[in-house]
């Protein structure tokens, strides 16, 4: 069971806009730490999509963005491409026991 | 562009120890720019972080993990190493190594499978 949850899967038609929850607690997210996000597409090696809550890495379309708000943070892609089928996590720090990295459980992104 | 490579045995026995390396080019462990970590994903399941260390050689770990793993740097060699302990079943999975600046994880290597059977 992860320390920030994610749902399971989300869907959505060519061209529509789908976003992504990310639910932490008070000692990571609602902490202040920041969040980021790893698209991992089917077979291969997961890469950095946003960073910093709100920022893109070069080379990153501006269809994907990063939000956050209090306890939560969220991944929007806007006018989805098949090619945007993957696996999404979220990732940020926690400060609870000797503090440590903590993954989002994962959501996956079916283009219909 | 840093470049991460992992090596080591793809099969480990049951409760014996897991041991990998990765190998850093076109970049330095001892930046202190960066923290150098390790990451799995078992079969068909989500990230789970392991831990890192800094080029000084202090560590973190996750603390569900924390009992059974090692990691060491070794600066003239660019390299970084995991051992995982009483492995079990339930350790197989694919393990990266990867770079992380500011606590975000931004260059990884291609991931090694490591299985544990007898």
């Known amino acids: 069971q992860s320390v920030l949850t994610q749902p399971p899967s989300v869907s959505g038609a060519p061209g529509q806009r789908v976003t992504i929850s990310c639910t932490g607690s008070?000692?990571?997210?609602?902490?202040?730490?920041?969040v980021h996000w790893y698209q991992q597409l089917p077979g291969t090696v997961p890469k950095l999509l946003i960073y910093g809550n709100t920022n893109r890495p070069s080379g990153v379309p501006d269809r994907f963005s990063g939000s956050k708000s209090g306890t939560s943070a969220s991944l929007g892609i806007t006018g989805l491409q098949a090619e945007d089928e993957a696996d999404y996590y979220c990732?940020?720090?926690?400060?609870?026991?000797?503090?440590?990295?903590?993954f989002g459980s994962g959501t996956k992104v079916t283009v219909l | 562009q840093v470049q991460l490579q992992e090596s080591g045995p793809g099969l480990v026995k049951p409760s014996e120890t897991l041991s990998l390396t990765c190998t850093v080019s076109s970049g330095s462990v001892s930046s202190h720019s960066y923290y150098w970590s390790w990451i799995r994903q078992p079969p068909g399941k989500g990230l789970e972080w392991i831990g890192y260390?800094?080029?000084?050689?202090?560590?973190n770990y996750n603390p569900s993990l924390k009992s059974r793993v090692t990691i060491s740097i070794d600066t003239s060699r660019d390299q970084f190493s995991l051992k995982l302990s009483s492995v079990t079943a339930a350790d197989t999975a694919v393990y990266y190594c990867?770079?992380?600046?500011?606590?975000?994880?931004?260059?990884w290597g291609q991931g090694t499978l490591v299985t544990v059977s007898s």
């Open positions: 990732q940020s720090y926690d400060s609870s026991l000797s503090g440590f990295c903590v």
């Open positions: 990867a770079r992380a600046q500011w606590l975000r994880f931004d260059s």
């Open positions: 260390i800094y080029y000084s050689g202090s560590t």
């Open positions: 008070s000692s990571n997210i609602g902490a202040g730490y920041d």
